[in-house]
């Protein structure tokens, strides 16, 4: 049986649905629904238990499991209850951590590279004490990922006893299916498209830093499917320890992405910019590139889908569909 925290989320959903296209149905699912429809990530699947977070502590009492993939949390970039997001993100996976350690179970779970904070370069996963010590995280967020990664490698540093297998996972901008109710945190790919369909302009950001043009922000944008199939090297038991960067390696457009969209849907760019809001201009980041060489040398030798190739297959066969769930 394996246990994944934030399963019905985005990211976890679709660990869920590869798990179960690969025969697992022994999985349970630890997240809360709300409101906001994201039951419906899950409405293809087949699951074992549905545990809400209060009851995880009861729930795990004696359990015996083949691996926690932990992914919940407060993932909200611009989170403000800062008791909220330590209890959920820091709090609950240093428990998590502890369940594992105590039991043998293998751990594997999210960072994030909002833990790098605001740089143009050097994303480098330097997940010693000393390298882990330079970073500073701009939000409540990164900062609360930042203090896990903090606790478990001083663990580790100083040779107290951890999971057989534990492996931290800084994801970059990871799109795809089942991202919808992620509202503002959703992909730009997800936000526009229907006004894009609709015959609406797609509004980009001017750029307001010499020689960079407009739109031409740049992130290492990772499709949801390379994710999972990067958790699944990690559970697999090939993998050596660590915390490691999960990213293309290679930093792309806004305008890149937009304009492989429109391909996709068989019509013209349409596209207007922006000036970017006067409130977030100084802290805007215009480029993140995740050096994925770490990971490779950890053993993963998989390769990353081509950007136009992903987001043709993210709308037409999701977001261009009237079931767009995975």
């Known amino acids: 049986m394996i246990l994944v925290t934030g399963g019905a ?34 409405a293809k699947r087949q699951i074992a238990d ?10 795990l009492d004696g359990r015996k499991l083949e691996a926690v993939i932990h992914m919940g949390a ?21 428990r998590l951590l502890d369940w594992c350690t105590e039991t043998g179970t ?11 904070g605001d740089r143009d370069t050097h994303f480098v996963d330097d997940w010693s004490l000393e390298g882990l010590r330079t970073l500073r995280p701009m939000n409540l967020y990164g900062w609360s990922k930042h203090l896990f990664d903090l606790a478990l490698v001083d663990r580790y540093v100083k040779k107290q006893k951890l999971p057989p297998t534990w492996v931290g996972l800084k994801f970059f901008n990871v799109y795809g299916p089942n991202e919808y109710h992620k509202g503002a945190m959703a992909s730009v790919l997800s936000k526009v498209f229907d006004g894009a369909k609709a015959g609406q302009p797609v509004k980009l950001f001017k750029s307001h830093r010499e020689g960079i043009g407009d739109g031409d922000q740049r992130r290492d944008f990772v499709y949801v499917d390379d994710v999972v199939s990067v958790v699944r090297w990690a559970l697999s038991g090939s993998a050596n320890n660590g915390i490691y960067n999960v990213g293309t390696g290679q930093a792309e457009s806004f305008k890149d992405m937009i304009v492989a969209m429109f391909k996709a849907m068989g019509v013209k760019p349409n596209i207007d910019y922006v000036d970017m809001p006067l409130s977030i201009r100084d802290q805007y980041q215009y480029f993140t590139q995740a050096d994925a060489s770490n990971l490779r040398r950890a053993g993963y030798n998989a390769g990353f889908t081509p950007m136009e190739k992903a987001v043709t297959h993210y709308v037409t066969g999701y977001l261009d569909q009237a079931d767009r769930y995975k």
């Open 9 to 42: 989320g985005f990211i976890g959903s679709n660990i869920v649905a590869s798990l179960n296209e690969a025969g697992r149905t022994d999985v349970v699912v630890n997240d809360v629904l709300g409101t906001d429809g994201k039951w419906r990530n899950l």
């Open 74 to 94: 407060i993932s909200s970039t611009t989170a403000g209850d800062g008791d909220a997001v330590i209890n959920n993100n820091f709090r609950l996976s240093l």
């Open 50 to 59: 549905f545990v809400p977070p209060e009851d995880l502590p009861k729930w």
């Open 106 to 116: 293998p751990f594997v779970y999210a960072s994030s590279a909002a833990t790098y």
